[in-house]
């Protein structure tokens, strides 16, 4: 298995850029198999999402399907699979951030009663307790 870094997936997604987006394609559909897949780990999973909300400006339906779709290549194994399948289906209806859901539920499977964060909108999820100035 080899680990993929963010702009690799970027480039494959995005199509934006001859060079890169053919090397990623090429790599991705061509040299990855069921047998010998690309991995992608929590962290680029995020700034996934995060770059292509912040500048390619995608609304978040699209960044649903296309976390679903990663999950569905052959060629890719996500980290824990199962955590960020559970932590899309929560990040659809919620306000808060994919990566403040899937960390909510990354610290959950590792036994932490809550996560705490200054984040407003993460606090709105059950699993997440805003940490308020004291009084």
């Known amino acids: ?22 090397l990623a394609t090429h790599l991705i559909e061509q040299e990855f198999s069921e047998t010998q897949r690309g991995f ?3 962290i680029v999973l995020c700034e996934v999402v995060w770059v292509l909300k912040t500048c ?8 649903v399907e296309i976390i679903q779709t990663l999950m569905e290549i052959k060629q ?10 559970e932590a899309l289906q929560i990040y659809k ?11 909510m539920m990354v610290n959950q499977l590792n036994g932490c009663e809550y996560t705490v964060s200054f984040d407003a909108k993460a606090a709105k999820l059950p699993g997440i307790v805003k940490l308020d100035p004291l009084v």
């Open 40 to 42: 992608i780990c929590h």
């Open 1 to 22: 298995m080899k680990g993929l870094d963010t702009n690799v997936v970027i480039r494959y997604l995005v199509q934006d850029d001859p060079i890169q987006s053919a």
């Open 56 to 63: 390619y400006k995608r609304p978040k339906e699209n960044l």
């Open 93 to 103: 209806n919620s306000t808060a951030d994919f990566s403040d859901v899937l960390l």
């Open 76 to 85: 890719l194994s996500l980290q824990e699979p199962q955590v960020v399948w």
